[in-house]
């Protein structure tokens, strides 16, 4: 069974920073795609940042010059680094992998979420 777990959110004045981490645990093949997601109540989860399938970077609009994506891949964990954050900042994020099982069965798992509040 494939566990993602986050960490690293929190409480944070306006222009300050986090580092979110989201590691995954059990038995598979490899990670297709890592990416961070986050909601705020009412709208859809939306894509902050991600690793693609051959390793390129992507970047949501409104995050592009404040974030930064990175990832361990020998202990299978994602890293999200914000800054100069922003109340707008303010959602639960989460953490999504696309998995290759040893069947070779692509399946999609998501963390548990991690709330990232932004306020003075």
């Known amino acids: 069974q494939v566990q993602l777990v986050e960490s690293g959110g929190g409480l944070v004045q306006p222009g300050g920073s986090l580092r979110l981490s989201c590691v995954a645990s059990?038995?598979?093949?490899?990670?297709?795609?890592m990416a961070w997601y986050r909601q705020v109540p009412g709208k859809q989860r939306d894509l902050v940042a991600m690793?693609?399938?051959?390793?390129?970077?992507n970047y949501a609009d409104s995050v592009k010059d404040r974030c930064t994506i990175s990832r361990d891949n020998a202990k299978n964990t994602v890293y999200l680094e914000m800054n100069s954050l922003k109340p707008d900042d303010t959602a639960v994020y989460y953490c999504?992998?696309?998995?290759?099982?040893?069947?070779?069965?692509?399946?999609?798992?998501w963390g548990q979420g991690t709330q990232v509040t932004v306020s003075s």
């Open positions: 690793f693609d399938s051959v390793g390129t970077t």
């Open positions: 059990g038995s598979f093949f490899g990670i297709y795609t």
């Open positions: 999504h992998f696309r998995l290759r099982d040893y069947t070779s069965r692509i399946r999609d798992y």
